[in-house]
């Protein structure tokens, strides 16, 4: 294809035949003014050959010092042409000057402002024809894989109907945009519709592919648009956000599917970067767990606020080894200089933890380290107890004769009126650290939140794997609800709650309202481009079976035990006040609860979260 052996040229050889290009337009332009002007075709004779020659020997420097040269023509866009329409307009004025001050016999001095008119006229088309032509859009060949509507006409939407002009992967029908005064245009003979018309143009046109060019949007107002598309027969997918976008001309590549926090997620509440500092800038700072997704995510933002010292602690040897590699490239991406420190060890070794702790003497620990796989503990209930309920009692122990200023347990909602050993075990840990909080010089706190997209225990990633499997779904029940954070929104809001405790604090976070396990079945295939097969449907893609409730778990979460949360300096932090034990109340039950772990006596440890734990029943007893 001829097209192909000129984008192979060498740069230079493209730059010199553009240059002959415009030297050619330059006279033709003087010719054409001349014959325009004085009525004739003209032949140049005496002097009014100096203006043939000042043509290109005036335009040529200008369009270099304006980097007209520079511009790759298939991706030449308004930014070019201004650049143009700048280089002529200067080039205009000198030929006007020259041609004011020499007053040469038989040479007009109006071909100053006519001569340029027409060479920018010839430039621009030159311009726009070769970008046409190299983009190769003028053979009506367009291999396209669908019909596609962009949701925004602003610069994100024409950046990337411009990358689809190149790419040809998509036949693009149409824009839409919900400002009035673009409705009824159009971009680059593409147009603009109304969001209320894009039910009757994806029937009329046959769209198959809805591209929302929404960088900037709010989670609301992407969860409304995202809700108006649901009932179409049409696969969404979006761009990535403003940061990802910032270098400049988007590309097909960046197309990327619907994820779930895009209709989970909320507008994060801005960090308080004093807060996010407080007890770790230029501290040792140890998090337990640092190789699961909770962990994960905390190390991730701890690093950012230039720890002397991260401790990464974790029994799995590879999760540790790729969050501490991981790191290790933030930290020279970034520019960081935190010493980062890899540590194995499991939370149920006790004189590992004093090791550790006596070594690094940390000055915050962040424990995520937990068994929360719901149906495993149950499974498991003994193993469970002594990682959940005595590593946190270990990490603790050992944190207070290191002299830890601040200790932050990661709990869960799944600790309020528990119908499971995780959920039992997790509100033991904290009566545990409640308790140790009464007379301690290390100020224990518990931060409780419900499920985290992604995390290694939440049913997303199990959609994601039946998804790819070609299903079916499992989900356990019609009316099972859950809440949902993201990963990042819940790890910076851990750390400003552990930076506000004062001793003993039960700290809930605001994870909006909770969501049907159904409906995000459903969503999860709709945004897959796919739809679910049921008795109304019965040649849909993905079928969603409904399994029934699983040992120990719950139709609906809580985050409080008792009443009126007293609401913190931050929006999306609250305190709860939960009733707690003495140590010297809680310690015989310890010991009981430890021996029937040990012994792996389900009664003996299902009898001690019956005393402890408020509102426990295990699900076989409701």
Not at 22 to 50: C, F, H, K, M
Not at 403 to 426: C, E, H, Q, W, Y
Request: aromatic share 6%.
């Amino acid at each position: 294809m001829l097209q192909s052996r000129v984008l192979e040229w060498p740069r230079a050889v493209k730059r010199l035949v553009v240059v002959a290009l415009d030297i050619v337009l330059a006279l033709l332009a003087t010719w054409v003014a001349y014959t325009l002007r004085l009525d004739t075709p003209n032949w140049p004779s005496g002097e009014q050959w100096w203006v043939y020659l000042l043509a290109p020997l005036l335009s040529i420097p200008i369009f270099v010092r304006f980097g007209l040269y520079r511009a790759i023509f298939r991706y030449t866009g308004q930014a070019a042409l201004q650049a143009t329409g700048m280089a002529v307009l200067l080039y205009g004025c000198l030929l006007t000057a020259i041609l004011l001050w020499n007053h040469w016999p038989g040479v007009p001095r109006s071909l100053g402002v006519l001569q340029p008119l027409i060479f920018l006229f010839l430039v621009g088309a030159s311009r726009a024809v070769a970008r046409f032509w190299l983009a190769g859009l003028g053979h009506g060949q367009v291999k396209a894989e669908g019909r596609l509507l962009i949701y925004g006409a602003g610069t994100a939407g024409v950046q990337t109907a411009a990358a689809l002009r190149l790419s040809q992967q998509y036949v693009l029908l149409g824009f839409v945009d919900d400002d009035a005064s673009k409705v009824g245009r159009s971009l680059n003979g593409v147009p603009v519709y109304s969001p209320a018309e894009v039910p009757q143009v994806v029937d009329r046109q046959g769209i198959t592919d809805i591209l929302l060019a929404l960088p900037s949007a709010t989670r609301d107002r992407r969860n409304a648009i995202l809700d108006s598309l649901r009932p179409l027969p049409i696969h969404i997918r979006t761009l990535p956000g403003l940061s990802d976008l910032a270098s400049g001309r988007v590309t097909v590549q960046d197309f990327r599917e619907l994820d779930v926090e895009d209709l989970l997620g909320r507008d994060p509440v801005p960090p308080d970067a004093a807060l996010l500092a407080r007890d770790l800038a230029g501290q040792v700072v140890l998090v337990t767990g640092a190789g699961g997704s909770i962990g994960g995510e905390l190390t991730r933002q701890i690093i950012l606020q230039r720890p002397r010292q991260l401790l990464l602690l974790d029994h799995n040897e590879f999760g540790l080894y790729s969050i501490h590699q991981e790191l290790r490239a933030i930290c020279a991406s970034k520019h960081l200089g935190v010493e980062l420190i890899p540590l194995l060890g499991s939370v149920a070794n006790p004189e590992r933890l004093a090791a550790i702790c006596a070594a690094y003497r940390p000055v915050t620990v962040y424990h995520a380290a937990a068994y929360k796989h719901v149906p495993m503990v149950e499974d498991n209930p003994g193993e469970g107890i002594l990682n959940n309920v005595f590593g946190t009692l270990n990490m603790a122990q050992a944190a207070q004769m290191s002299g830890v200023k601040r200790f932050v347990l990661i709990s869960t909602d799944k600790a309020v009126r528990p119908t499971n050993v995780m959920g039992a075990s997790k509100r033991m840990a904290e009566l545990v650290l409640q308790a140790l909080a009464e007379d301690s010089a290390t100020c224990f706190t518990m931060v409780r939140f419900g499920n985290v997209l992604d995390s290694s225990g939440s049913v997303v990633p199990l959609f994601r794997r039946q998804l790819a499997e070609g299903g079916p779904l499992t989900v356990t029940h019609l009316d099972v609800t859950r809440y949902f954070m993201t990963i990042p929104e819940a790890a910076q809001l851990v750390l400003q709650a552990g930076a506000m405790a004062v001793g003993g604090d039960v700290f809930v976070l605001d994870m909006g309202q909770p969501v049907k396990i159904m409906d995000l079945a459903q969503r999860m295939v709709q945004l897959s481009g796919l739809t679910v097969r049921d008795s109304a449907h019965p040649k849909g893609d993905i079928e969603i079976m409904v399994t029934g409730l699983r040992p120990g778990e719950k139709l609906y979460e809580e985050l409080l035990i008792g009443d009126n949360p007293e609401p913190t300096a931050h929006a999306r932090i609250m305190k709860a006040h939960e009733a707690a034990l003495t140590w010297h109340d809680l310690q015989p039950h310890l010991q009981a609860l430890r021996a029937g772990a040990q012994q792996a006596d389900v009664a003996a440890i299902k009898a001690v979260l019956h005393t402890c734990v408020h509102g426990y029943h295990a699900s076989a007893e409701q």
